[in-house]
Structure formats: structure tokens, C-alpha cells
């Protein structure tokens, strides 16, 4: 390799230096960066972004701003029709995620593709008022302030017409994040806020990214407690579309309060691997007992009935509740069934080759039986998140 650049090569690079210097800023000398860009999750909300944008527009009429859109492959065609918008409006992204699920992680990474200096996260559906922008920016931009939460529950604010059902869960899980979060704070868990972007970046690393409530989220990760002021407003009824709240969003939530409250302690997903398992020994016992006395099978046969009955109400029930946010569908399922069935039989024989090991070496046999499931359930999980569900 050559050390030093011929003379022609050294005058090159040095005239470009020079050029460069006389040369305007190419960055300089574009549109004004956005001091707030407005990070908005979507699926299957087509028919809301054009309203949605003519009143970001009216609301925001002297702020420099940007929206992104983070679009979780919606059916409905919401992510060309932003991009279609955004060919005609500069000021509007779309970041599309493909086979991937989930409110918070869209928020966040919605963040991380931003640069503005203040990050607002509000829905797509029109429930949120976009008129409380420029306060949440101006509150921010005092310098006392790192988080402005939309409050329904501050004095003034409220839940609109909610039924009664609706407000009192809305009620209990409110109070709950009271215990998490470390900010005297009425609306954790509002879709609504806008944050400086430091604190959000100090946060993210720690972030569960499970489920719905992304604020709770950031309240809960960051490193020190955030300086918060709640603005009132009253929640509007959803203008198009359908609500993607579904009795599931109850267990995602419940999720994100044991990964703050024992997540330093165990992975919540492991647990809920370990559980499930716990789940996996009562369907092979109740199989195998079915198998020899109901049916007069085997003990070979029975035995091996009931682990293959295990193994697939094992795989099933992880792709429902432990891996939610990744579930498989169609083919991917069946290969990710057959994954399952191949890490669980090395896992099998793992756990007995460990357990056979503990016990000639004169332990006890319970001890030995422990070992062996330890080591079997951390190869399960460990080999399953790899090969079984975390493919992309
Ligand atoms: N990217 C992405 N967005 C989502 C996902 N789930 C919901 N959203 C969006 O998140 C916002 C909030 O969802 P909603 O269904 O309106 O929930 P909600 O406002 O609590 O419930 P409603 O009052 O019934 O509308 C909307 O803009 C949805 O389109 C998701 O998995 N991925
Ligand atoms: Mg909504």
C-alpha cells in the first residue's frame, strides 16, 4: 500500500478542501429542520390521515414541523397512501415495518428516525386534540420541562363518552402504573405527550417496548425522574376505522408491569416461557395418564403422545402470549412448529443427560431432576428465540 498520495492526487485533495470552504452549506442552505416532528402509529387508519394532516397543518401553522407515520403493514393501503401524500407535502414520512407488530416499538422507532430536538406521540384516529401542540412545544421550550402529557384526568381533561365498563378499567390500570411510574403523574398511560428529545433518547435503551402503553414506558425507563406537566383535554370518539383494542391489550399490559416491577430480576419473557412450561407438565401427565388407563396404549406409546401433545400446546401457547409481538401465521407457523419439536428434542436430551449426570454424582435425585429442567427450559428458550421466533 502506497504512504503518502502521488503530487497530482495531493493537489486534487486539496483543491476540493478549498472548494468546500468557498462552497455554501449544503445543509445550511435547506428548508428549516423541523423543531418538532409528531411520531403517529398506524393500522389500518387510511381514512383518517388526510383529515388528520389538514388539522396538524391549521394547528401548527408557525412551527416548523414534520410527521412520521409508523405503519405496521396495514391491510388497508395506509402506508402508499402516506407516501402518496408525502410525494405533495415534505413534511410527512412514512416508515413501514413488515411483519412486525406493536404500538410502543412503533413509537420508538419512530423517535429514533427523527432528529428534532422535541418528539410528540399522538394517534391517528382524531381522539387526541392536535390543538394542544403549540402549548405542549411552548412549555417544552421554557427549559423547565422535559415531558408535556395530554391528561384526561388532570382538572379539566376527560375520558368523553366512554362506557362505564371502559372508564373503570381505564381506572384500575391507571392506578396500577401509579406503582411503576416515578412521577406523580394522573395520566400515565395517555396516548398523547411530547418530550424532549434527550430524555427520550436517556430512556430508550431500558424500554420494554411491550404493548400499548409506551408512555408508562418512558416513565418507567428513564434513568431519573422526568419533569412532567399534564395539559387537560377531553378524549374524542374515533372519527374512522376500527380500535385495535382487544382483550389481549389487558395481558400486554400486565406484561409491561412485571418487566418493570422483576424484569432486573428475570426476563419477563422467560418467565412466561418457564410458566408455560409449568402449563406443558400438566397437559403431558393428564395425556399420559389418559393414554394408559383410558385408552390401554403403550407406556412408549402413551409417553410419546403425550410429549408431542406438550410440545405443540407448548409452541402454540408461546406464540399467543410470550411471543405476541412476533406470532407466526400460515407457513411460517408450520415451520416454526417444526423448529419447536426439533430444539425441544435436544432439549430433551439435554435435560436428561444433565439430570443422569447429577445424580451419579451422588446427589440428590431431586436435585438432579432440577438441574435437568434448568438446563433443558434454558436451551428451549434460548434456541426457540433464535430459530423459532425471531427469524427477521
Ligand atoms: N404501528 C402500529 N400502530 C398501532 C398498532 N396498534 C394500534 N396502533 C395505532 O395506535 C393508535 C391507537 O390505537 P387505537 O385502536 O386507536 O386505541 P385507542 O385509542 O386506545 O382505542 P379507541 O378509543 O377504541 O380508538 C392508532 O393510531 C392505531 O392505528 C400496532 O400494532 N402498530
Ligand atoms: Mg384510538
Redesign the pocket.
Known amino acids: 500500500m502506497p504512504s503518502r498520495i502521488s503530487l497530482a492526487g495531493e493537489r486534487n485533495v486539496a483543491a476540493g478542501i478549498a472548494a468546500l470552504d468557498r462552497s455554501p452549506d449544503p445543509v445550511a442552505h435547506s428548508v428549516a429542520a423541523p423543531a418538532v416532528t409528531i411520531v403517529?402509529?398506524?393500522?389500518?387508519?387510511r381514512d383518517?390521515i388526510e383529515p388528520l394532516l389538514a388539522r396538524l397543518s391549521d394547528a401548527l401553522a408557525d412551527i416548523a414541523w414534520e410527521v412520521i407515520f409508523?405503519?405496521?403493514d396495514?391491510q388497508d393501503g395506509t402506508a402508499p397512501h402516506v407516501r402518496a401524500l408525502a410525494r405533495r407535502e415534505p413534511r410527512v414520512r412514512c416508515l413501514q415495518?413488515i411483519g412486525?407488530?406493536?404500538?410502543a416499538?412503533?413509537c420508538m422507532e419512530g423517535v429514533l428516525a427523527s432528529a428534532s430536538p422535541y418528539v410528540a406521540v399522538m394517534?391517528?384516529?382524531l381522539?387526541h386534540d392536535e390543538r394542544l401542540l403549540p402549548r405542549m412545544l411552548d412549555q417544552l421550550e421554557g427549559g423547565e420541562i422535559d415531558l408535556v402529557v395530554a391528561s384526561r384526568y388532570a382538572a379539566g381533561g376527560s375520558i368523553g363518552d366512554?362506557s362505564s365498563g371502559r372508564a373503570r378499567i381505564s381506572g384500575i390500570a391507571t392506578r396500577l402504573a401509579r406503582i411503576v411510574c416515578k412521577s406523580d403523574i394522573k395520566d400515565p398511560l395517555s396516548?398523547f405527550f411530547m418530550c424532549r428529545r434527550e430524555a427520550f433518547e436517556r430512556a430508550i435503551r431500558r424500554m420494554s417496548g411491550q404493548g400499548?402503553k409506551v408512555l408508562l414506558d418512558l416513565l418507567a425507563s428513564s434513568p431519573e425522574p422526568l419533569r412532567v406537566r399534564e395539559l387537560p383535554y377531553e378524549?374524542q370518539e374515533?372519527q374512522h376505522?376500527?380500535?385495535?383494542?382487544d382483550t389481549l391489550i389487558a395481558w400486554e399490559y400486565g406484561l409491561l408491569l412485571a418487566d418493570k416491577l422483576i424484569g432486573h430480576l428475570v426476563p419477563v419473557r422467560f418467565a412466561l416461557f418457564g410458566l408455560i412450561g409449568g402449563v406443558g407438565l400438566v397437559i403431558h401427565l393428564a395425556v399420559l395418564w389418559g393414554s394408559l388407563d383410558l385408552l390401554a396404549l403403550e407406556f412408549g406409546a402413551a409417553q410419546a403422545a403425550a410429549t408431542v401433545t406438550a410440545m405443540t400446546s407448548n409452541f402454540f401457547l408461546n406464540n399467543q402470549f410470550t411471543y405476541r409481538d412476533q406470532r407466526l401465521h400460515g407457513l411460517q407457523l408450520l415451520r416454526g412448529l417444526a423448529t419447536f419439536y426439533l430444539i425441544c428434542g435436544v432439549g430433551a436430551v439435554a435435560n436428561v443427560g444433565v439430570a443422569s449426570y447429577v445424580f451419579t454424582s451422588h446427589h440428590a435425585w431431586w436435585m438432579a431432576g432440577v438441574a435437568g429442567v434448568i438446563v433443558g427450559s434454558v436451551w428451549n428458550f434460548a434456541m426457540s428465540s433464535v430459530f423459532t421466533w425471531n427469524r427477521r
Do not use: H, M, Y
Not at 100 to 103: I, M, P, S, W
Not at 241 to 245: N, T, Y
Open positions: 403517529i402509529p398506524t393500522l389500518n387508519e383518517n409508523v405503519d405496521d396495514s415495518r412486525r407488530r406493536g404500538l416499538t412503533a394517534d391517528a384516529d381522539q366512554w396516548g400499548f378524549f374515533r376505522g376500527e380500535s385495535k383494542l
